[in-house]
C-alpha cells in the first residue's frame, strides 16, 4: 500500500514565525511532490511543486526534498493569520502502469495573531 | 484561462434518489480525478481517468457509484440510491502532466 503521511495537528505557531509542516511517503519511485493549501469550505490550491533534492523557494514558501530519507517539508517564513488553513502534501505513484497522484490527509495549521 | 467547473454548486436529494454531478476538467487536460472530501476529513480518492486507457476505479466506495469521461473531456459522477453516508463534497480535479488543479466541488446533502 502505497502512502504518504502527515502529522493532522493542529500545528499553532506565532504570526512572523516560522511553520514547518512535514510528509513522508512510501513509494521510493515518486518524483513529483506537491503541497496544497485548503482553506476552509474551499477547494485544495496548489501552492507548490518540487521535482528534484533540495530546496525549492517562491516567496515566503520554501519546499524541501529529500529522496533518500523520503521526506518533503514546507517551511513557511514570517507567517501570517492569512496562512491558517489545512496543508496537503502530495505524490506520484505508479500504479498498474499508471502514473496517478495520491494525498495525505493534510495537517491543520493555525497562525496566532 | 478556463480554470475546472463543477456542477451543481450544492445538491440536496432524498435518500433513494439517483444524482448527477458534473465536471469540465481545464481544456486539454489529459487526466481527471474525482475525490470525496466529508466534513473535516481528508480528500478520499474516488476514481481516475488518464486519456483513453480504463479508468482506475480503485476507490468508488460501492457499486452505487459509476463515472464516465465523454470524449475524453467532461466527466459526469453518477450515485444510485444515495444514503445519508454519500453527504460530502465531491471535488474534481484535472491535470496535463502532474500537477493537479481543482474545481469548487459539489455539496451534496441527502436527506
Same mark, same amino acid.
Given at each position: ?9 493542529? @500545528?499553532?505557531v ?15 519511485? =515518486?518524483?513529483? #511532490? #506537491? ?12 501552492? *507548490? =511543486? ?28 514570517? =507567517?501570517?493569520?492569512?496562512? =491558517? ?5 502530495a505524490?506520484?505513484?505508479? *500504479?498498474?502502469?499508471?502514473? !496517478?497522484?495520491? #494525498?495525505? !490527509? ?5 497562525? @496566532?495573531? | ?9 450544492? &445538491?440536496?436529494?432524498? &435518500?433513494?434518489?439517483d ?5 469540465d476538467?481545464? +481544456?486539454?487536460?489529459? %487526466? ?21 486507457? %480504463? /479508468?482506475? &476505479? +480503485?476507490?468508488? /466506495? +460501492? $457499486?452505487?457509484?459509476? %463515472? ?12 444510485q440510491?444515495?444514503?445519508?453516508? $454519500? ?5 474534481? %480535479? ?9 474545481? /469548487? ?7
Amino acid at each position: 500500500q502505497k502512502e504518504v503521511e502527515q502529522n493532522s495537528g493542529p @500545528l499553532s505557531v506565532p504570526e512572523g514565525a516560522i511553520a514547518s509542516l512535514n510528509c513522508t511517503y512510501s513509494d521510493r519511485g =515518486s518524483q513529483s #511532490f #506537491f503541497w496544497y493549501r485548503q482553506y476552509s469550505g474551499k477547494s485544495p490550491e496548489l501552492i *507548490m =511543486s518540487i521535482y528534484s533534492n533540495g530546496d525549492k523557494e517562491d516567496g515566503r514558501f520554501t519546499a524541501q526534498l529529500n529522496k533518500a530519507s523520503q521526506y518533503v517539508s514546507l517551511l513557511i517564513r514570517d =507567517s501570517q493569520p492569512s496562512d =491558517s488553513a489545512t496543508y496537503l502534501c502530495a505524490v506520484n505513484v505508479y *500504479m498498474n502502469r499508471d502514473d !496517478k497522484i495520491i #494525498f495525505g !490527509k493534510g495537517t491543520r495549521l493555525h497562525i @496566532l495573531p | 484561462g478556463a480554470g475546472v467547473s463543477q456542477s451543481p454548486s450544492n &445538491k440536496v436529494t432524498e &435518500k433513494g434518489k439517483d444524482v448527477e454531478l458534473r465536471c469540465d476538467p481545464i +481544456s486539454g487536460h489529459t %487526466a481527471l480525478y474525482w475525490y470525496r472530501q466529508s466534513l473535516g476529513q481528508g480528500l478520499e480518492f474516488l476514481i481516475y481517468f488518464q486519456g483513453n486507457s %480504463a /479508468p482506475d &476505479k +480503485s476507490g468508488l /466506495p +460501492s $457499486d452505487r457509484f459509476s %463515472a464516465e469521461r465523454t470524449g475524453g473531456s467532461v466527466s459526469t459522477l453518477t450515485i444510485q440510491r444515495t444514503q445519508q453516508e $454519500d453527504s460530502a463534497v465531491y471535488l474534481c %480535479a484535472s491535470s496535463l502532466v502532474s500537477e493537479q488543479y481543482f474545481g /469548487p466541488g459539489t455539496r451534496l446533502t441527502v436527506t
